[in-house]
C-alpha cells in the first residue's frame, strides 16, 4: 500500500532535458528525507542527490554537482530531479527512496519506487 513511483524518463540526445518525478501513494512524505539513486547496467547503484523532509538541506554527488536539481512539494506528495542538460553517462534506471535519515547512502532508506529509465544516446 505505501509506494512511490518515478516517472518522467525517457530516451533524449545528449544536451537534452528531463525532469524525474517521484510521487507517493498510501503514505505522505511530509515526515520523510528523499534520495535519488541511479544503476546502470552492470554496475553499482549510485546516490544522485537527497532532499530534506521539509527541503531545507540537499545534497548532490560529485558526479552530478551542479548539473542535477533536487526539489519537492510535499502538498502535492511529489519529489523532483531536475536534469537540463543530460550526458551519455547520465544512462541509468533512476530511483526514488524515501527514508527518516538524509543521505546517498542507499541502506537506511525504508521505501523504494520501481524507477525509470533514463537512455541519452545521439
Known amino acids: 500500500q505505501l509506494q512511490l513511483v518515478e516517472s518522467g524518463g525517457g530516451l533524449v540526445q545528449p544536451g537534452g532535458s528531463l525532469t524525474l518525478v517521484c510521487a507517493a501513494s498510501g503514505f505522505t512524505l511530509d515526515y520523510y528525507a528523499i534520495g535519488w539513486f541511479r544503476q546502470a547496467p552492470g554496475k553499482e547503484r549510485e546516490g544522485v542527490s537527497c532532499?530534506?523532509?521539509?527541503?531545507?538541506?540537499?545534497y548532490y554527488a560529485d558526479s552530478v554537482k551542479g548539473r542535477f536539481t533536487i526539489s519537492r512539494d510535499n502538498a502535492r506528495n511529489t519529489v523532483y530531479l531536475q536534469i537540463p542538460t543530460l550526458k551519455p553517462e547520465d544512462t541509468a534506471v533512476y530511483y526514488c527512496a524515501a527514508g527518516i535519515v538524509i543521505t546517498l547512502a542507499a541502506r537506511p532508506y525504508d521505501y523504494w519506487g520501481q524507477g525509470t529509465q533514463v537512455t541519452v544516446s545521439s
Open positions: 532532499i530534506s523532509s521539509g527541503g531545507g538541506s540537499t
